[in-house]
Every structure is written in C-alpha cells, then in structure tokens.
C-alpha cells in the first residue's frame, strides 16, 4: 500500500506534501513528483497538503488513473538508478503552476 | 494504563486469544515479511475504521502495535502511531473518550519508541519523531488535557533544540508546525499559537495554513468574529482569506465546511457570503485571474447549495457564468 500522485501534479508541481512526509519518499521529475511505494508508509499526511488533490491512497485512485499506480512505481526507480535523492524541502512550483492549477477548477 | 492491559482489555474477549495467535506467527508461518504484516495491519485497521467495526480495529491495532515495537524502526513506530490516531479519532467521534485515551498510551509509547530518521544508516533527524508527536499532541488537545499537549511540546522542543541532530530536526520539522500550534490553540493557548505560526519561515505554505487552521478552530471554539479577527490580522492575500472561508481541499475543511459539518449552518452561510464578499475584490486583470474568480464562484455556488441555500447558490453561479472563461 501506497500513496500515488496523480496526472492533476503535472504542470504544477506546488510540492506543499514534500514537507510533511516523515519518509521522505517524494521524488522529483521535471513535470511533476512521484512517490516512490517502496518507502511511502502510506501515513496519507500529503494528501491534505495539495492544492490540487492530486494525491490519493492506490487503493482510492480514481479510474482513469490507475495507470499512474505504474507510473509511481517506475519512475521513482528510474529517478533513484539515475543518482537521485529524494526531495526533501519545498521547490518553487513549475512556471505553469497557476494556470494549470486554475485550468482544474481549483 | 499500561499496553498490556489495554490489549487484554480492548478486544471483547478475542484479543488475548489473538495476542497469544499473533506471539506465536512467525514470518515463516505466513509467507510475509514482517514489512509486508505491518501494511497489512495498517490497511485492516482503516479497513475496520471505514466500515465503523471499532472493536476489530482495536483488536488489530494491538497487533501492529506488538509488530512496531519488534521491528524498532522509525517506520514501523509511524505507522503504529497513525493508525492508533486514526482509531482514537473513530472512537472519540464514537463518544468511547475513555477507549480514546487507552489509545494514547499506545501513542506515546510509539512516540518515546520512534528512533531518527537515517539515511545509509546514519542518522540524520528526528522529522518522523516530531510528527508522532504532533498527532499525539492533536489527540491530546482534543481530550482537553492541557497537561499532556505541553508535555508533549515540550519533547519537541528538546528534539529541536538537541546539539546533534536538533538543527536538521528543526529544519525537516517545519511541516507539523501548524499542527503543533493548532493543539496549543485548542488548550487555550491562542497566544503561544499564533506566535509559533508566525516562527513558520514565509516560503512554507504550512504558515499560511496555520494562521487558516487556528481561524476555523476560532470558528468552531467561540464565533465568527474571533475566526475573522485572525484573517484579518494575519491574513493578507484575498485567495489565502478565500481559502480559509471556505475549503482547501478534500480532505481539508476550513470555516464554512468545518461549521457545516458541525450543524452550525447559519454561521456557515454567514462565512460564504463573507468569502463572497472576498471573492467580488478578486482582480480581473488577466485571463488567469478571471479564471480564478470563475472558479472562486463556482465553489461558493457549490457550498451554498451544500448548506441548503439554494438562492445563493444559484446567484454565485450566474456570476461564475457572467464572466468570460479566461481559461
């Protein structure tokens, strides 16, 4: 069991659950962050940290996110056999984040 | 109290019969790591949770609490520690405050058992530590007991203030420092609580969320006035003032959807029209800041129907829908 971030992460990038996560299990793509499941201890802290509800338990992902589960999944372990450490403190969002974030309803 | 006691006690007859089960099971005997057990746990506890069950959850509880204290690590201690928060905050709702604050025996002893954060194997900060301690305080504010919440901060405070690994601890910890506050300003410390969030560095989005956590909880503990008292005195940017009137996400009610949950619906239109009143100041400079206003309406539309007012509702939408789409 895991926490998934979900397609509504892309293009923002707020990163406001990095800083509640007592694992540090978030890692960073140029896009968005993904959690790694084999250190999220599925404490679902972040969840109310996103400003655009894009985190979920795996087992709450909505239906036309299920293949983010995967996508979690690969690309964590892609970011940490390419050298990269777990991010750790708040980034500034990506430059798309308020429009994207507005683009959602939110 | 003691873990013991409470694990005989707590499951109607059956958790001894599983203490003696689960003392026995060895990773062997079930095919699972002792890792894979432990998730296993935690998702029956919530499981048992959902589905309102509250005696399998304890009885389940005291398992996983059993596995966390074998394991000694800092994730098996967290998780122990969440799931005994997410079974006090059933029970307690449940009106069981007495079953509730068997549970925090259980939490602290996972607090006093969660060792650093480590890295490679060294030890780097407490971060995990300092958050079973802000959910232990959160529960002990909610039992009203003043003198737990402050034996509590003070804990943080040592781990913070430590020669080795207190700096780190301070910097990793700044996440829980709202909720740290929040339980200060529960036990009536309003003062300690405000000026704590104020201590939250400015680039943080936990302060802005500290200052909208303790205005609903001065919304819910005494009125309106006082919850306004602190958006105004602290609370600078119109969207940030929004957001605390009404929702921030989900899973994160603030005024008007704290005080509809509670059945206070008149004080929960009051703070919509107030969060309307915020939302006419938006800006219609640019495209992006029409959208957000569109959006500003559309939410206040869906609150208000939420809280009955079907008039409202409908007047927060045509203003939503009288705006160009900006995006």
Same mark, same amino acid.
């Given at each position: 069991?895991?926490?998934?971030?979900?397609?509504?992460?892309? /293009?923002?990038?707020?990163?406001?659950?990095?800083?509640?996560?007592?694992?540090? $299990?978030?890692?960073?793509?140029?896009?968005?962050?993904?959690?790694?499941?084999?250190? $999220?201890?599925?404490?679902?802290?972040?969840?109310? &940290?996103?400003?655009? &509800?894009?985190?979920? /338990?795996?087992?709450?992902? *909505?239906?036309?996110?299920?293949?983010?589960?995967?996508?979690?999944?690969?690309?964590?372990?892609?970011?940490?056999?390419? /050298?990269?450490?777990?991010?750790?403190?708040?980034?500034?969002?990506? *430059?798309?984040? &308020?429009?994207?974030?507005?683009?959602? /309803?939110? | 109290?003691?873990?013991?006691?409470?694990?005989?006690?707590?499951?109607?007859?059956?958790?001894? =019969?599983?203490?003696? %089960?689960?003392?026995?099971?060895?990773?062997?005997?079930?095919?699972?790591?002792?890792?894979?057990?432990?998730?296993?746990?935690?998702?029956?506890?919530?499981?048992?949770?959902?589905?309102?069950?509250?005696?399998?959850?304890?009885?389940?509880?005291?398992?996983?609490?059993? @596995?966390?204290?074998?394991?000694?690590?800092?994730?098996?201690?967290?998780?122990?520690?969440?799931?005994? +928060?997410?079974?006090?905050? !059933?029970?307690?709702?449940?009106?069981? #405050?007495?079953?509730?604050?068997?549970?925090?025996?259980?939490?602290?002893?996972?607090?006093?058992? %969660?060792?650093?954060?480590?890295?490679?194997?060294?030890?780097?900060?407490?971060?995990?530590?300092?958050?079973? +301690?802000?959910?232990?305080?959160?529960?002990?504010?909610?039992?009203?007991?003043?003198?737990?919440?402050?034996? =509590?901060?003070?804990?943080?405070?040592?781990?913070?203030?430590?020669?080795?690994?207190?700096?780190?601890?301070?910097?990793?910890?700044?996440?829980?420092?709202?909720?740290? !506050?929040?339980?200060?300003?529960?036990?009536?410390?309003?003062?300690?609580?405000?000026?704590?969030?104020?201590?939250?560095?400015?680039?943080?989005?936990?302060?802005?969320?500290?200052?909208?956590?303790?205005?609903?909880?001065?919304?819910?503990?005494?009125?309106?006035?006082?919850?306004?008292?602190?958006?105004?005195?602290?609370?600078?940017?119109?969207?940030?003032?929004?957001?605390?009137? %009404?929702?921030?996400?989900? =899973?994160?009610? @603030?005024?008007?959807?704290?005080?509809?949950?509670?059945?206070?619906?008149?004080?929960?239109?009051?703070?919509?029209?107030?969060?309307? #009143?915020?939302?006419?100041?938006?800006?219609?400079?640019?495209?992006?800041?029409?959208?957000?206003?569109?959006?500003?309406?559309?939410?206040?539309?869906? @609150?208000?129907?939420?809280?009955?007012?079907?008039?409202? +509702?409908?007047?927060?939408?045509?203003?939503?829908?009288? @705006?160009?789409?900006?995006?």
């Amino acid at each position: 069991m895991a926490h998934v971030v979900t397609d509504n992460c892309r /293009g923002c990038r707020f990163t406001d659950c990095v800083m509640v996560c007592p694992v540090d $299990c978030f890692y960073a793509r140029p896009d968005m962050l993904v959690i790694d499941p084999k250190e $999220c201890i599925d404490c679902a802290a972040c969840v109310s &940290e996103c400003p655009v &509800e894009a985190i979920y /338990g795996d087992d709450e992902v *909505p239906d036309d996110q299920q293949d983010m589960i995967d996508y979690n999944a690969k690309q964590a372990q892609l970011l940490k056999d390419m /050298g990269n450490q777990p991010i750790t403190d708040t980034l500034d969002p990506l *430059p798309t984040a &308020e429009q994207r974030k507005a683009e959602l /309803g939110f | 109290m003691n873990r013991r006691d409470f694990i005989l006690g707590c499951g109607i007859g059956m958790a001894s =019969v599983a203490l003696g %089960t689960w003392a026995g099971c060895s990773d062997s005997d079930s095919g699972e790591t002792r890792a894979e057990t432990l998730a296993r746990l935690q998702r029956q506890v919530r499981e048992y949770v959902q589905t309102g069950d509250l005696e399998g959850a304890q009885q389940d509880l005291g398992k996983l609490s059993d @596995l966390a204290f074998s394991m000694a690590t800092y994730q098996s201690n967290t998780i122990a520690a969440l799931s005994c +928060a997410l079974v006090f905050d !059933a029970l307690l709702e449940n009106g069981s #405050s007495s079953d509730a604050t068997a549970i925090t025996v259980f939490m602290s002893e996972h607090f006093s058992a %969660t060792p650093p954060n480590e890295r490679n194997g060294d030890p780097i900060h407490n971060k995990a530590k300092v958050m079973v +301690a802000s959910e232990l305080m959160l529960r002990y504010a909610a039992l009203g007991d003043g003198a737990l919440v402050e034996e =509590v901060y003070t804990s943080i405070r040592e781990l913070i203030e430590e020669e080795e690994l207190g700096p780190a601890t301070r910097e990793a910890s700044w996440g829980y420092m709202d909720d740290i !506050a929040l339980s200060l300003y529960m036990v009536g410390r309003h003062t300690e609580a405000l000026v704590l969030v104020s201590q939250i560095p400015e680039e943080y989005p936990q302060r802005v969320a500290g200052y909208q956590d303790l205005a609903r909880q001065a919304a819910l503990d005494a009125d309106l006035q006082a919850a306004f008292g602190i958006l105004d005195h602290y609370i600078t940017d119109p969207e940030d003032r929004f957001v605390a009137l %009404t929702y921030f996400n989900r =899973v994160r009610p @603030l005024i008007a959807h704290s005080l509809m949950e509670a059945g206070r619906t008149l004080e929960a239109i009051e703070a919509l029209e107030e969060a309307e #009143s915020t939302a006419d100041g938006f800006s219609e400079a640019t495209l992006l800041d029409i959208c957000k206003k569109r959006n500003a309406y559309y939410k206040l539309s869906g @609150l208000y129907e939420a809280a009955g007012d079907g008039a409202k +509702a409908s007047e927060a939408r045509d203003k939503a829908e009288s @705006l160009p789409l900006g995006c």
